[in-house]
């Protein structure tokens, strides 16, 4: 598969000669079967797929707009739906929306919420109200994507690294996490949080900050923030992300994740 993707993604005069390999691929992305990022455990790092997201923009290129009906609603786009949430073990309140191609592990409740192509949803997560998963998103087991949680999405460039929310996260309402920033395993983000991949991340639990850039660590409580900075018309604040605790045992639980935030005081 992998090989096939490459050479089309050479040469696009082949696009329609490899139309069912392409749709293929995205059966199995769909599936869950491969995915456009893996952890690789003896490694202690994520691998992006690059093949997997040009077969997405492949496969973009080869389907047509089409009008389709769900009820009395009407859409009109290149992507169909998911189907058969029944057999897959997925709570899907109306109106939330995913896309053919996203993976979404049993368990996993969706909230009126949107899920776009080549994202993963692992077992147990809830997507709340409101929350975006964008396009090749991971998002891990156990992680609560709170209400208006906006998970930003990459396909072009394909060697840019997808947004990856580790398991048993807590992504607190309207946080915005964009440009392949990684939310390790545990991380607790209190409400309002904005990572991108210029955000500085400071954690400042000690005596002297300690700086991050593009990922939270493991456990780690995060609040918005703002610092200092010159402009040619003066000084302004602008927005950082502050690691002010880590996360506890007692908070282990999905069910006692709001007091990792209320044992700081931080909103949720």
Same mark, same amino acid.
């Given at each position: 598969?992998?090989?096939?993707?490459?050479?089309?993604?050479? /040469?696009?005069?082949?696009? /329609?000669?490899?139309?069912? #390999?392409?749709?293929?691929?995205?059966? %199995?992305?769909?599936?869950?079967?491969?995915?456009?990022? #893996?952890?690789?455990?003896?490694?202690?790092?994520?691998?992006?797929?690059?093949?997997?997201?040009? =077969?997405?923009?492949?496969?973009?290129? @080869?389907?047509?707009?089409?009008?389709?009906?769900?009820?009395?609603?009407?859409?009109?786009?290149?992507?169909?739906?998911?189907?058969?949430?029944?057999? @897959?073990?997925?709570?899907?309140?109306?109106?939330?929306?995913? $896309?053919?191609?996203? !993976?979404?592990?049993?368990?996993?409740?969706?909230?009126?919420?949107? *899920?776009?192509?080549?994202?993963?949803?692992?077992?147990?997560?809830?997507?709340?109200?409101?929350?975006?998963?964008?396009?090749?998103?991971?998002?891990?087991? $156990?992680?609560? @994507?709170?209400?208006?949680?906006?998970?930003?999405?990459?396909?072009?460039?394909?060697?840019?690294?997808?947004?990856?929310?580790? /398991?048993?996260?807590?992504? &607190?309402? $309207?946080?915005?996490?964009?440009?392949?920033?990684?939310?390790?395993?545990?991380?607790? %983000? &209190?409400?309002? *949080?904005?990572?991108?991949?210029?955000?500085?991340?400071?954690?400042?639990?000690?005596?002297?900050?300690?700086?991050?850039?593009?990922?939270?660590?493991?456990?780690?409580?995060?609040?918005? &923030? =703002?610092?200092?900075?010159? !402009?040619?018309? &003066?000084?302004?604040?602008?927005?950082? =992300? @502050?690691?002010?605790?880590?996360?506890?045992?007692?908070?282990?639980?999905?069910?006692?994740?709001?007091?990792?935030?209320?044992?700081?005081?931080?909103?949720?």
């Amino acid at each position: 598969m992998e090989n096939v993707i490459e050479k089309v993604w050479n /040469d696009l005069s082949l696009l /329609d000669n490899f139309a069912t #390999e392409i749709r293929e691929v995205i059966s %199995l992305l769909d599936k869950g079967e491969i995915r456009v990022a #893996e952890f690789l455990p003896a490694e202690n790092q994520w691998k992006i797929n690059e093949w997997v997201k040009k =077969a997405i923009i492949l496969y973009f290129r @080869l389907q047509k707009m089409e009008t389709f009906e769900s009820g009395i609603l009407e859409f009109h786009d290149k992507i169909p739906l998911k189907r058969n949430y029944k057999s @897959l073990g997925i709570r899907v309140v109306p109106h939330a929306v995913a $896309r053919f191609g996203s !993976f979404i592990a049993s368990g996993v409740i969706l909230m009126p919420s949107y *899920v776009n192509i080549g994202s993963y949803v692992d077992e147990g997560t809830m997507v709340d109200t409101w929350a975006t998963v964008g396009s090749c998103a991971q998002i891990g087991r $156990r992680v609560h @994507l709170s209400g208006g949680v906006g998970i930003g999405g990459v396909l072009e460039p394909v060697q840019a690294a997808p947004v990856i929310i580790e /398991d048993d996260c807590f992504i &607190g309402s $309207r946080c915005i996490v964009v440009e392949g920033v990684r939310v390790c395993k545990q991380a607790v %983000l &209190g409400a309002n *949080v904005v990572l991108t991949a210029s955000t500085k991340i400071i954690d400042v639990t000690g005596e002297e900050p300690v700086y991050y850039k593009n990922y939270i660590p493991e456990r780690s409580v995060v609040i918005s &923030g =703002a610092i200092p900075k010159e !402009f040619a018309a &003066g000084t302004y604040f602008v927005p950082c =992300a @502050l690691i002010i605790g880590q996360r506890k045992a007692s908070t282990d639980l999905k069910t006692s994740l709001n007091n990792a935030l209320r044992e700081y005081n931080v909103s949720i």
